[in-house]
């Protein structure tokens, strides 16, 4: 079993910063990919930006240029690093962790977008 803890979210003014982090513990192998969905109101969940185990990086189009994901193997931590914050970014954040078959998933973070 793994655990996906994350932290960081909270309310910020538009053009600001937040960093997200989700450390994952328990049985995790050495082959993973980990990344952040986001879940607004009335949507449905999206990917945001995932990073595989040797650095390969996949971001929507909408973060592209104002969001960076990186990862510490050493310390099984994802990061979430959100410049140019947008209202439309306001949505809870959730860590996600793939060891193929297995899929598992953080309790989200709220983030708030708003003057």
């Known amino acids: 079993q793994v655990q996906l803890v994350e932290s960081g979210g909270g309310l910020v003014q538009p053009g600001g910063s937040l960093t997200l982090s989700c450390t994952a513990s328990?049985?995790?192998?050495?082959?993973?990919?980990m990344g952040w969905y986001r879940q607004a109101p009335g949507k449905q969940r999206e990917l945001v930006a995932n990073?595989?185990?040797?650095?390969?990086?996949n971001y929507v189009e909408s973060v592209k240029g104002r969001f960076t994901i990186s990862r510490d193997n050493t310390k099984n931590t994802l990061y979430l690093q959100m410049n140019s914050l947008r209202p439309e970014d306001t949505a809870v954040y959730y860590c996600?962790?793939?060891?193929?078959?297995?899929?598992?998933w953080g309790q989200g973070t709220q983030v708030t977008v708003s003057s």
């Open positions: 328990g049985n995790i192998f050495s082959i993973y990919v």
């Open positions: 990073i595989d185990n040797i650095g390969y990086r």
């Open positions: 996600n962790l793939i060891m193929t078959p297995l899929e598992y």
